[in-house]
């Protein structure tokens, strides 16, 4: 699934939530980075991907929906040439 799929997914979902905008910055976080470095995600890495000075309900919110979404968009995935995919879920 592609980035932009997974944002109008989450849109779609949970567009009326004010959370969807932190939910996004991870998203574009992740995006940027090399897969070794999605493998161990903390709250402290979440926290900085949402540009958060801690760690607040916003951000629980966020990642509870990234979690347990249609999109399951904390789930990371390995590509089977063993190259880093910038992928963030099954599709």
């Not at 979404?69 to 910038?86: C, E, F, G, N, T």
């Amino acid at each position: 699934m592609s980035i932009m799929k997974i944002k109008e997914e989450l849109a779609k979902g949970w567009g009326d939530e004010p959370t969807i905008s932190t939910c996004f910055a991870i998203i574009e976080y992740m995006e940027q980075r090399p897969l070794n470095e999605l493998q161990l995600l903390t709250f402290t890495s979440l926290r900085h991907a949402a540009k958060k000075e801690s760690v607040d309900s916003e951000l629980l919110n966020a990642i509870t929906i990234l979690v347990n979404s249609k999109v399951a968009a904390l789930r990371p995935v390995y590509r089977q040439d063993s190259q880093i995919s910038r992928k963030l879920i099954q599709g």
